[in-house]
Nanobody, 125 residues
Framework: QAQVVESGGGLVQPGGSLRVSCEVS??????MGWFRQAPGSERELVAV???????NYADSVKGRFTISMDNAKNTAYLQMNNLKPEDTAVYYC?????????????????????WGQGAQVTVSS
């Protein structure tokens, strides 16, 4: 069973920046990403990236968040800039060794077999 180590997050004022990272042990990965869940809300996609470097973002974070992936380290990073109070949530890293060809498949949390423990991100003044 692979180990998933998620780190980062924290408390920041509106307009500030944070970074979360995620490392998955074992063989190469096809897709990595982050989903988030705020209290009382369903889990939602934030950003995903393929091993080939194709990145996709939720409309709510486009232009503010950047996802990247180091294939050699099986590690993904989510750089979050210009954070807003509505970004407050637990951010969960997700990963799969499969090559998810369609955008729809990459957006579905059912297609990820590895999950991080979650990183709390709180944006508040």
């Amino acid at each position: 069973q692979a180990q998933v180590v998620e780190s980062g997050g924290g408390l920041v004022q509106p307009g500030g920046s944070l970074r979360v990272s995620c490392e998955v042990s074992g063989s190469s990965l096809g897709v990595m990403g982050w989903f988030r869940q705020a209290p009382g809300s369903e889990r939602e996609l934030v950003a995903v990236i393929t091993s080939g470097g194709t990145a996709n973002y939720a409309d709510s974070v486009k232009g503010r968040f950047t996802i990247s992936m180091d294939n050699a380290k099986n590690t993904a990073y989510l750089q979050m800039n210009n954070l807003k109070p509505e970004d407050t949530a637990v951010y969960y890293c997700a990963a799969t060794r499969r090559r998810l060809a369609s955008l729809r498949s990459r957006y579905s949390d059912y297609n990820y077999e590895y999950w991080g423990q979650g990183a709390q991100v709180t944006v508040s003044s």
